[in-house]
């Protein structure tokens, strides 16, 4: 089941002021969150994470996406120390199963992980799979509030905005 | 011939205000250059470059580091279009090779790469083998600004500040 919503949030970084506002959402859920870091999972979450470090002061870390490919080359850039509390920034969450990958390496090298926390929560699963495993999730905005935005502001078609809701009312119920 | 200086700039994320500053620094650099977007170099550039869209207002992309992996996902993120001139970001240079390959990816997509700037410039050959190729090549501060302000402020073994550039004056000359 193809989704029939695609959203590119890689793009956020064509539009700094947009970015910088996108940063000050995230920042309203994490100042009710505890950590040491920001762990953001690349690459969309790269620039948005180091926005939110840039804006709150506090520091990141980022686990590379590719395998080592040489040497010492660290799984985890930047400092971090065993027994610290990291929370996962990421821009999307779907099914959520990408996030477990993530956090798995954050464990690996002794970290906590609480919470995740998303700007949009397209709402086919992600948030009932990592509640269950014991994790907050959080997102800024949901996919049905969007779609609400949208059809009100007349921005996407009627249709359109119907299809995307059927399919995320079935991905619901799956 | 194996480098007796290590210099890890993914560090960087760990300090949020030292970015600040070091974005700031690119900044002055920038300021004389002509270039519609910012193109970071992954990983260790893309925060860099975050950093300096967000004080800057200018918009930034980034080349994915590895092969596309799945569908239509670009190989360059961020929008841009033939025909623009962007300012290639890294944070070191060393002998310049790796900066081919970025450089290529982004002609590949019909951009313009005129000038490479880099926080600290190692002096193994990177400036002459860029300029050769016609690019401008700026950096914040070469290794031998560093190990000399290093020996001023006894920050480092004089032993090793020896060693270091002992190692530059030969890879300079190789």
Known sequence: MKSPIDIDLRRIVSRPSLLRSISAAYQGILKGLLFDRLAAVPYAAIP???????QSGMPMIYPRKEAKDYGTRAAIEGDHNPGETVVLIDDLATTGG???????????????????????????????????AGFG???????????D???RTGRV???RIEAARR??????TA
Chains 1, 2 share one sequence.
Request: charged share 25%; aromatic share 6%; glycine share 4%.
């Open 167 to 172: 399919f995320i009312s079935a991905s619901r």
């Open 98 to 132: 990408s996030k477990f990958e993530v956090i798995d390496k954050l464990k690996a090298a002794g970290l906590r992980v609480q919470d995740v926390v998303v700007l949009i929560d397209r709402q086919s699963g992600a948030r009932e799979m990592l509640q269950q």
């Open 137 to 147: 999730f959080h997102a800024v905005v949901t996919i049905s509030e969007l779609l």
């Open 149 to 151: 935005h949208w059809e």
């Open 157 to 159: 078609d009627s249709d």
């Open 48 to 54: 948005i994470a180091t926005a939110i470090s840039l």
